[in-house]
């Protein structure tokens, strides 16, 4: 197909048709579509997108195919762990795989453009939606997106890198609220995912609600036009959010639908998504001479050569597909929740052993098939759902497993079935509860201003505490949740997100011996007062005493002087990012380098020798991180630069080694420059962000 060609056939009518999207009810948009005044729409699949493609294809006079997008954030008929549980696995080609069987599956439902991945770096867990990205480190991200995308796109539905740019640092972790972000910050962490998104190939951008240091992201043509399309490159298609065009009005920033329209397309917004605002004045506008027409030609192209990318032109219904093997998605829905839970304790209470006789199983979340599987779900298979109980039930034939929920739902203030769960906790010889979150209490427009477990959750957990039972706490969760008082009263505590479809499954696993594989993707907070709280932020002129808490407990005054900490609260988080246990211990010792001196393009190796000192098979994610230590900026106190995931035997020890470029120490320097700096850096090899042997060297 000549693009160009079929430009110069279009009226203007059809071309401003290319960049509008719209969501049918049922098929009412059939003549729309017909008369080739629809280039997208949105949340049609099956038997609809068939027809609606149909309709595109063989009747439209120019026979364009439709892009039918979709929030396929997580999985469509096989769910897999929320992204957030996902980035907790710290392996990108897992989450890979998890794409490609998304895409495969939805693209047999029609559906060519999904809306995902979210590459919002989010850092505080109010914010509802940390549950659909990868959480607070922009290198975890980037990696996770470029994976997500070559998933997606690897089976021939368009990936799209959202939210362009600063959804994530929402103030107050309320959703669609202002966000203010430096200019380095902005280059360094939030802009970066959406660079390695570009350098991937990403067929399509989403423009963010975010009102950006008083510009609305829609109508920011520095951002969108100036550097996502001509710094960065960006040669796909960028499409507003949700009516974010015609919410620039609400914003204060346009003054009615017209100006809307003319913001957003001078910005870069080449389609529109719901409002129709396009639709409803470019065509005059065009006519008055307010908007030129070479800027609905380069929309159009935009929008017309992504649908040739995606192979659309040949074939409009996608490619042929033998069907999907439910047997494959489902296995490595699985491992991917192996993957994505974290263990957070564990006082030998795990794994459960030949010992147990009879099991209770307790919480509102042990048997809640649709909420364990998180939220952004629409198309999922409901009989693909394991929930704890039935994994439990499955896997124990002959040990007795009592059920009793304790609370009607997680959010649920009534206790009546409390007494009931205490009679199955003393009558087991352990007890599994499952607590948490439902489904709804995170994703967009779900943000929680107390972060703790809902509803009566913790007075069921002091109940069955209170039996002396060992306690197995499986939590469910969208976000990081405020542990303490959970970890305290428990043996052992089990971080397993929305795990999914195969979630039930893959956490018996994991109670009975398969192991945890999960590292937090965002730092836990004691309490909400730290929020935001993250690994990689800066020194300070006056840092707390990184080795202790500047406290000690029940001192009502900080004695320690005048630092960067709380007079009641412990600076650091409850657990680090990149913490997770495993069902054996590890040492790191003697770490080395290639040399203590690279040039500013060079390069250098660096290894540490991991031991496995406990008495299983292990595995571990070997975590590196680099401090520059003077830079001619302030650079944080710590980046992961790197990681592996090894196993080792009991008693095994490896050396594991890892490359660093000096060009992946490069920051967005005191004159805006993207630069390596010369000077002494610290380089970390250890299993978190909070510990592990560190050396020294320079970049000269
Ligand atoms: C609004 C959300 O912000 C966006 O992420 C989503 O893709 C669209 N709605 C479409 O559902």
């Known amino acids: 197909m000549n693009i160009s060609e079929l430009i110069g056939e279009m009226t203007l009518r059809e071309k401003i048709g290319q960049l509008c999207q719209v ?71 897992a989450v890979r795989t998890a794409a490609a069987i998304a895409a495969r599956e939805a693209n047999s439902a029609g559906v060519n453009w999904t809306f995902s991945p979210m590459l919002d770096v989010s850092r505080d867990p109010r914010w509802g939606r940390v549950a659909e990205g990868f959480g607070e480190d922009p290198y975890l991200v980037s990696l996770y997106g470029r994976a997500m995308i070559e998933g997606y796109q690897s089976e021939k539905i368009a990936a799209c890198a959202k939210h362009f740019v600063g959804y994530g640092a929402s103030e107050g972790g309320r959703d669609y609220s202002e966000a203010s972000i430096p200019p380095r910050q902005l280059h360094d962490v939030y802009l970066r995912p959406f660079r390695e998104a ?30 996502l399309k001509i710094r960065m490159g960006f040669g796909g298609l960028v499409v507003s959010d949700w009516n974010s065009v015609t919410e620039m009005i609400t914003h204060g920033f346009a003054g009615d639908e017209a100006n809307a329209a003319f913001h957003a397309l001078a910005a870069g917004i080449d389609m529109e998504m719901a409002s129709n605002s396009f639709l409803d004045h470019l065509e ?40 999907i093997a439910a047997n494959d998605a489902l296995f490595n829905a699985r491992s991917l ?36 599987l998180g939220c952004w779900v629409f198309d999922a298979d409901h009989n693909r759902t394991r929930t704890v109980l039935s994994g439990l039930r499955e896997r124990l034939g002959d040990v007795r497993v009592d059920y009793v929920a304790g609370l009607p739902h997680s959010r649920s203030n009534d206790e009546a079935g409390i007494p009931h769960a205490i009679e199955a906790a003393c009558r087991a010889d352990a007890v599994v509860l499952c607590l948490g979150e439902d489904a709804d209490l995170s994703g967009e427009a779900h943000c929680r201003a107390h972060i703790g477990l809902p509803g009566a959750q913790q007075r069921l957990l002091e109940a069955i505490a209170g039996t002396g039972k060992p306690i197995v706490t499986v939590l469910m969760a969208g976000r990081p949740l405020v542990l303490g008082p959970v970890i305290e009263r428990s043996g052992a505590v ?26 937090l993707p965002m730092s836990l907070p004691r309490s909400v007062g730290q929020v935001p709280v993250y690994y990689n932020h800066k020194n300070t002129g006056r840092p707390p005493d990184q080795k202790g808490p500047a406290i000690p407990a029940g001192t009502p005054l900080d004695p320690s002087g005048f630092v960067a900490t709380y007079i009641d609260e412990d600076h650091r988080p409850l657990f680090p990012f990149g913490y997770g246990l495993s069902y054996t211990d590890f040492t790191y010792s003697d770490i080395l380098l290639s040399t203590d001196r690279m040039p500013a393009d060079g390069q250098l190796k660096a290894s540490v020798l991991v031991t496995n000192t406990g008495n299983k098979t292990g595995n571990e994610v070997v975590q590196l991180y680099v ?74």
């Not at 089990?494 to 590292?519: K, N, Q, Y």
């Not at 000096?662 to 805006?672: G, M, P, Y």
Request: proline share 6%; with cysteine; net charge negative.
């Open 627 to 700: 401090r520059d230590l003077v830079g001619s900026v302030t650079r944080p106190v710590r980046e992961l630069k790197d990681f592996q995931r090894i196993s080792l035997a009991p008693g095994e020890s490896r050396r594991v080694e890892f490359e660093v470029e000096a060009s992946d120490l490069a920051f967005c320097d005191i004159r805006f420059r993207q630069a390596v700096e010369p000077g002494e850096y610290r380089l970390w090899i250890g299993p978190n962000s909070a510990s592990g042997p560190d050396i020294l060297f320079r970049i000269e």
């Open 494 to 519: 089990l971080l397993a997100w929305h795990p999914g479809s195969m979630g039930g499954v893959a956490i018996t696993d994991i109670l009975f011996g398969e192991e945890p594989g999960g590292r």
């Open 198 to 227: 570009v350098d991937a190939g990403v067929l399509t951008v989403m423009s963010a609600f975010t009102d950006l240091d008083g510009v609305p992201c829609t109508g920011n043509a520095a951002l969108i036009r100036d550097l």
């Open 284 to 323: 005059n506008m065009i006519a008055g001479g307010e908007v030129p027409l070479e800027w609905i030609d380069a929309a159009v192209r935009r929008v017309l050569e992504v649908k040739q990318r995606l192979g659309l032109f040949d074939e409009p219904y996608g490619p042929e597909r033998t069907g």
């Open 23 to 93: 969501q049918p009810n049922g098929r009412d948009q059939e003549h729309r579509v017909r008369d080739g005044m629809v280039g997208s729409l949105i949340n049609v699949t099956g038997d609809d997108a068939y027809f609606y493609q149909s309709q595109a294809v063989e009747h439209s006079r120019l026979k364009i195919p439709l892009l039918l997008g979709r929030d396929v954030i997580h999985g469509f008929n096989t769910i897999f762990p929320i992204p957030l549980g996902q980035a907790a696995s710290f392996d990108p080609r």
């Open 337 to 372: 929740a192996h993957k994505s839970c974290v263990l957070l304790k564990n006082e030998a209470t795990l794994p459960l052993g030949e010992g147990i006789r009879r099991l209770a199983v307790i919480g509102p979340l042990a048997d809640a098939a649709a909420d364990q």
